[in-house]
């Protein structure tokens, strides 16, 4: 069992920045790749990017290229999201989750290869 507690979030005004983070324990071994999700009130949880724990691949959903970066600390076991240029359309609640190193992975950001969920955190932008 893996367990995943968020933190960071809030309010920020657009072209701001904002940083989540996500502490792993548990079975931390298990995980191949850990990835920031996000879901706005009436539409689906859509992938913002993923990272294969301890290597050096990444993938980010197009509508987030180029402001946002995942990125690990291994020592602490946490994934962070950086949030630079954000938008309105940035808001939405975040999740992040972590998939089970040997299990099926065939999109990099499809929500159902997931198996652990964090609580949820709730980022909200203004323009």
């Known amino acids: 069992q893996v367990q995943l507690v968020q933190s960071g979030g809030g309010s920020v005004q657009a072209g701001g920045s904002l940083r989540l983070s996500c502490a792993a324990s548990?079975?931390?071994?298990?995980?191949?790749?850990m990835a920031w999700f996000r879901q706005a009130p009436g539409k689906e949880r859509e992938g913002v990017a993923t990272?294969?724990?301890?290597?050096?691949?990444?993938y980010y959903g197009d509508s987030v290229k180029g402001r946002f970066t995942i990125s690990e600390d291994n020592a602490k076991k946490t994934v962070y999201l950086e949030m630079n240029k954000v938008e309105p359309e940035d808001t939405a609640m975040y999740y992040c989750?972590?998939?089970?190193?040997?299990?099926?992975?065939?999109?990099?950001?499809?929500?159902?290869?997931?198996?652990?969920w964090g609580q949820g955190t709730q980022v909200t932008v203004s323009s």
């Open positions: 989750a972590a998939h089970v190193r040997g299990t099926p992975l065939i999109y990099a950001l499809k929500r159902d290869d997931y198996k652990y």
């Open positions: 548990g079975s931390t071994g298990s995980i191949g790749w």
């Open positions: 990272l294969n724990t301890g290597g050096l691949s990444t």
